[in-house]
């Protein structure tokens, strides 16, 4: 027997033992079912979405500030500036 032809009957081999497995696969779920009896279906239960509410934000309205506080933001700016000069 050449190598080819060997190759092609352990193929076939293959094929028919194959086809033999399924069916007996088959024919046992089959018997298992009839065993169980007919399929009780269950129910779904639908569940309710929730929806989810929008959180309003308050938009913080912006305060003017006192002549005297805008003074210490110049005092501090301008101390801030000179510190940075005299460092290079």
Known sequence: MSHSSMLKA???HQKTRKLLDVVAKQAKRLAK???AGPA???E???KE???KE???TEKVKKVKLTKEELGRQDA???SA???KKGAS
């Open 10 to 12: 352990r193929r076939q």
């Open 40 to 42: 009780v279906k269950r």
């Open 44 to 46: 779904k239960v639908k």
């Open 81 to 83: 500036g000179a510190g």
């Open 54 to 56: 929008k959180v309003k």
């Open 33 to 35: 079912q009839a065993l």
């Open 76 to 78: 501090k700016k301008s």
């Open 49 to 51: 979405k929730m929806k």
